[in-house]
């Protein structure tokens, strides 16, 4: 079992930035990669951004390339997601991941290829 907690999300205006956590519990971190997701109101959840287990892989959703940036440190059991330049369609509610994996390099951006889910942290940017 892995308990994913997420922390960081907040109000901004447009053009601030925001770094997101997630600490996850278990010593099975690094057999895991991760994925960050966003669900604004309304609205479907949607896949933001993933980095494989050995975190020499990471994929983007087009609408936050360039501006947003995953990072882990298997050391501290966390995920980050760095954003940057947000913008008022980043509102959301942002929700972590991890999905169980034997390819170390592989990233994945399905919902149901993960195991995992935090509880989420709101994400609110105002014009």
């Known amino acids: 079992q892995v308990q994913l907690v997420e922390s960081g999300g907040g109000s901004v205006q447009a053009g601030g930035s925001l770094r997101l956590s997630c600490a996850a519990s278990?010593?099975?971190?690094?057999?895991?990669?991760m994925g960050w997701f966003r669900q604004a109101p309304g609205k479907e959840r949607e896949f933001v951004a993933t980095?494989?287990?050995?975190?020499?892989?990471?994929a983007y959703a087009d609408s936050v390339k360039g501006r947003f940036t995953i990072i882990r440190e298997n050391a501290k059991n966390t995920v980050y997601l760095q954003m940057n330049s947000l913008e008022p369609g980043d509102t959301a509610v942002y929700c972590c991941?991890?999905?169980?994996?034997?390819?170390?390099?592989?990233?994945?951006?399905?919902?149901?290829?993960?195991?995992?889910w935090g509880q989420g942290t709101q994400v609110t940017v105002s014009s």
């Open positions: 991941a991890a999905a169980t994996t034997t390819y170390w390099r592989r990233t994945y951006d399905r919902e149901y290829e993960y195991d995992y």
């Open positions: 278990g010593r099975t971190f690094s057999r895991h990669a």
């Open positions: 980095i494989s287990a050995s975190g020499e892989s990471t």
